[in-house]
């Protein structure tokens, strides 16, 4: 008998066929980044979707592939960053799925770790109230990392999971059954060209961050940024730290630039349950809802006792 594509002993058994047909789906994704410029073109501009992105070819490819995967599942409502309105799937799914089906876009053609995030909730009978809803009810959250390993992490509400793809039998194969972030690190992530636009608090964490053994928080910091939600995601996981996509002054980014439904409800829900800490600064994400499709939030997330101090910044007076 065959292996299934994922052990179903830590899934609940009713999205067990949700979370096998996003593994499978997941295989032929990473086999076609994989093949890169040898296989077809994936980094070509096709289009813009609802919010004003570039859309590029495995943008596009990727959301195809998903949509046809889950449609033959238990999924009412599917809802995409490459889909301006929900998509009615299966009338008699149980479940509605949020998913950001390639993240990381400006990743595809530099062979830098790219990813799909996705999050599901219990659908309702209106499509888009499923979704716009706190993101504490979902029932799942989680990613697939195309990296140098495709891992699958995601939780149910009981912790969070780490599957690694063993490529040579195409099996999901459970290597951490209970993440947990450390609760303090010494590495940032934020785009620091954005620094003039930043909120005042955000400046004064980077600031303190900056200062190092002779600031306030008496220690030498280090800084990254891959561009991928999902690779900052997974390192922070491993070694703990603090990601930053904060509220900026430029047109649009207002509230950041990571959608609440498919990025940072998932991202939130994976980091909690690993022991770490997810807001929008002040408040936990878990307890925000938005009211479109495409709404933005700000997010920091990671160790939690760097979010917490994130967080009391935002209490200060500004100087
Ligand atoms: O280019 P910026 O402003 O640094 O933004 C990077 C962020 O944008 C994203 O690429 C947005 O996701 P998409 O690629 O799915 O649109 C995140 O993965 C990443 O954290
Ligand atoms: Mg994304
Ligand atoms: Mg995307």
Redesign the pocket.
Known sequence: MTQPVIAPDHIPADLYDVIAALCRTSIDVAAIIAKGPLGQSLGNLVGENSDG?GQKAL?VLCDEMFTAALTRENVRWYAS?EQETVNSLNENGKYALAI?P?????NIDVNVSIGTIFSIFEAKDDAEASFLRPASEQVCGGYVVYGPQTALVVTFGAGTQMYVLDPDTKVFILVEEKMTIAPTSKEFAI?AS?YRHWVQPVRAYVDNCLAGKDGPHGKDYNMR?V????A?THRILSRGGIFL?PSDARKGYENG??RMIY?CAPIAFVIEQAGGRATDGETPILERQVDTLHGRVPLVFGSAEKVTRVAEHHNMPAV
Request: glycine share 10%.
């Open positions: 992105d943008d960053e950001d390639l993240d990381g876009s400006s785009n954005n940024w561009g991928s939600l999902v900052e996509y630039r990571l990025e």
